[in-house]
């Protein structure tokens, strides 16, 4: 069979006149000297394979080349050609000799690049109360698939990061935040499957998603209580309990300390027959954490969450988690006053009762779990804390942890939220309290509204409104705003609601969110709304505002933007420039950039600014980037005399080579918190500046 194979293919080669090539044609032919008796010996040896002879002894010196499919035999007669050996190994030696200058080039890069923002740092943070965001099975309560229907919305703002506040099974006596179970979602706002589908459709758009954590205590409904009360078994010891006398209706608590909501912090319980505890109100009895139990069955509640898709976690009242032992008296604010009559929390000084030794070991045993859940890449899990210690800056700032012990992300920053009165020297003074006591190398935050506080416009009025959004998008940090803050909504009038409803609570006075000027604003289509909505919802609402080139809405929109594309606003450094009592101003810069910013924020009166005498490098021009009034937006103003109406922002660009930061006059003034540096001819960002 294999000699009529190959007299069939000797046949074939002698019709088509020689050998053919199939591949690869080499168009040098070989010279003289190549086809001497031995060359010519080695290519009809070569030519020979697996062909019968005969086919070739007739034939003048035919050269053999490389054709496609050739067999093992052929390929190994070319390969070791000085042609093909040496080209081949040239090429070897090039791939090894190149291989040590990669490797090398690609850690010198990594040594030099400075980290990459997270996902927390990147985005602004959008807060939903859900009850007030959007209702979508007409009972007049916001729920889950509302705020999953109003994804689009958050988007729009160029947000990535939505923080859900409490959203827990709870008796909702303080809105949410006495919880009667951990592991399940109120039927207020839908089912844990609703909960499982918001999730997932918010990672589906790229989106990250917080919520709220409340380790301090729970609802008295909590299953946790009920045992406790019992004194069943382990629960007997999971809150804080003492005895105290209880005659005739009268109790005497065991000493003086009084509940953040008022009168004694101690409440009675005739099932067990002494007293709990209760930093909140009654009804919110503390945990007590110095139960390595409870601190366990706490983590659990963290994993479990985390399990179901959470990126992490705001962790409220932290510092009221461990109280003193010895139960001694708090010292009184005002000496003289008469120890029966204290009843307010203002009244004592709460040594005994907030950030006591050991709460922030079990803050820090939070952290460790989150980073349990935080080693796959992309999926880093954030912890903010909620401390709220305003008389006390550095407490405030121990939150971050050490630069050998992280701690939280960031404790969240209320100093701009419980400003009294607005100007551009208290703001200055403001900001600059939390820059100048941050650990370095940490990263700030800033907020002007929560669910427990009035909205910003009904607290220094709606004239100040935009100004104030520039001042949280183009500060250096995170900034977190409040539903409803983008469009401007103000609090309830309290004509509107019964004064019942309207005094109980700050968060009250927060109508629902207004989407539309259809009835209830859009919140519901149905006929009742948990609270009324605002006389202005005609007006001030998502639907129009997109409509209007200098809305409220537009204006933030623009400011984000400004904010993800611009790396001196995004990363840079922050320079102090001039405030008085109605402008704050300061520059964002970024080293290697030829690009600079200037916000000149006016919190007061009509003024006019003379920049130029206070940054003698400053040219005598700039360009108004964006203004809170949009017909400035573009024009070239004189840098000597920069005009602003009462509450008016305008962004500033100009180009210089000379950064301020590293001027002698600005040392103290400058700020920088993710250090970075550009470099224009490799397009890349470096620290080493």
């Not at 939903?128 to 959007?134: D, E, L, Q, V």
């Not at 009667?180 to 758009?205: Q, S, W, Y």
């Not at 709460?350 to 079990?362: A, E, L, N, S, Y």
């Not at 002007?448 to 935009?466: L, W």
Request: hydrophobic share 35%.
């Amino acid at each position: 069979m294999a000699e009529e194979e190959s007299k069939s293919f000797s046949v074939e080669l002698s019709e088509k006149g020689g050998i053919e090539n199939k591949g690869f044609v080499q168009n040098e032919a070989l010279n003289e000297k190549e086809c001497n008796a031995s060359s010519q010996e080695e290519i009809l040896e070569t030519c020979a394979v697996g062909i019968n002879s005969a086919a070739v002894q007739n034939q003048d010196c035919e050269v053999l080349k490389p054709f496609a499919g050739m067999p093992k035999e052929v390929l190994l007669k070319f390969s070791g050609q000085a042609r093909y050996r040496v080209t081949r190994e040239i090429l070897f030696w090039l791939i090894i000799a190149s291989t040590p200058v990669l490797v090398g080039a690609t850690i010198a890069i990594v040594a030099v690049s400075p980290k990459c923002l997270g996902w927390w740092q990147a985005s602004p943070i959008y807060q939903i109360y859900p009850r007030s965001f959007k209702d979508t099975n007409k009972d007049g309560n916001g729920d889950l698939k509302g705020i999953q229907e109003k994804l689009d919305h958050i988007m729009y703002l160029n947000i990535k990061t939505i923080w859900i506040t409490s959203v827990y099974k709870s008796p909702l006596k303080d809105f949410g935040y006495g919880v009667e179970d951990f592991r399940d979602v109120d039927p207020m706002f839908g089912t844990m499957r609703d909960f499982e589908n918001l999730i997932a459709a918010i990672h589906d758009k790229g989106l990250k998603v917080i919520m709220d954590l409340i380790p301090n205590h729970t609802s008295d409904k909590h299953s946790w209580f009920q045992l406790s009360r019992n004194r069943t078994g382990k629960y007997a010891d999971y809150y804080i309990w003492h005895d105290c006398a209880h005659t005739d209706g009268t109790i005497t608590p065991p000493n003086n300390w009084v509940s953040v909501y008022g009168n004694s912090s101690w409440q009675y319980d005739e099932e067990r027959k002494q007293c709990y505890f209760h930093q909140f109100g009654k009804e919110q009895p503390d945990l007590n954490f110095r139960n390595s139990a409870v601190q366990e069955e706490i983590h659990d509640i963290i994993k479990f969450w985390l399990g179901k898709g959470i990126d992490g976690f705001s962790i409220n009242a932290v510092k009221f988690l461990l109280e003193a032992t010895h139960l001694r008296n708090e010292p009184q604010v005002n000496k003289s006053q008469n120890p029966e009559s204290i009843s307010a929390y203002s009244e004592l000084y709460h040594d005994f009762t907030t950030t006591q030794v050991g709460m922030h070991d079990i803050v820090r045993s939070f952290r460790h779990t989150l980073d349990e859940f935080s080693v796959e890449p992309g999926r880093y899990r954030f912890m903010g804390t909620e401390a709220n210690n305003l008389e006390n800056i550095e407490a405030t700032m121990m939150y971050y942890g050490t630069s050998f012990i992280q701690e939280s992300d960031f404790p969240f920053n209320f100093y701009l939220i419980n400003m009294e009165n607005f100007s551009g020297n208290s703001i200055f003074e403001t900001v600059s309290l939390w820059m100048k006591n941050m650990p370095k190398g940490k990263w700030p935050n800033w907020a002007v509204g929560d669910p427990s506080t009035a909205r910003i416009t009904s607290r220094i009025g709606k004239e100040y409104t935009n100004v104030i959004n520039m001042l949280l998008l183009t500060l250096l940090g995170t900034p977190t705003i409040y539903y409803g803050e983008e469009i401007g909504m103000e609090n309830i009038a309290t004509e509107n609601v019964s004064e019942g409803l309207i005094n109980s609570n700050p968060l009250r006075k927060k109508s629902p969110m207004q989407w539309n000027g259809n009835l209830h604003a859009g919140f519901s289509e149905g006929n009742i709304s948990w609270l009324p909505v605002n006389l202005d919802y005609q007006n001030v609402n998502v639907e129009v505002q997109k409509t209007q080139p200098n809305s409220t809405l537009n204006l933030y929109r623009e400011l984000n933007l400004l904010r993800n594309n611009e790396l001196p606003i995004h990363r840079g450094w922050m320079c102090y420039i001039w405030n008085d009592s109605n402008v704050f101003v300061y520059l964002r810069e970024l080293d290697g950039l030829d690009t600079v910013f200037i916000m000149v924020l006016n919190f007061g009166q009509e003024s006019i600014t003379d920049l130029k005498a206070v940054v003698s490098e400053l040219p005598s021009e700039a360009t108004i980037r964006l203004s809170t009034n949009f017909s400035n937006t573009g024009k070239v103003v004189n840098t000597k005399t920069i005009k602003t109406e009462k509450g008016e922002g305008i962004v500033l660009e100009y180009k210089t080579r000379k950064t301020v930061h590293t001027t002698e006059a600005f040392q103290g003034k400058c700020f920088v918190a993710e250090k970075a540096c550009y470099s224009s001819a490799l397009n890349i960002l470096y620290m080493h500046c």
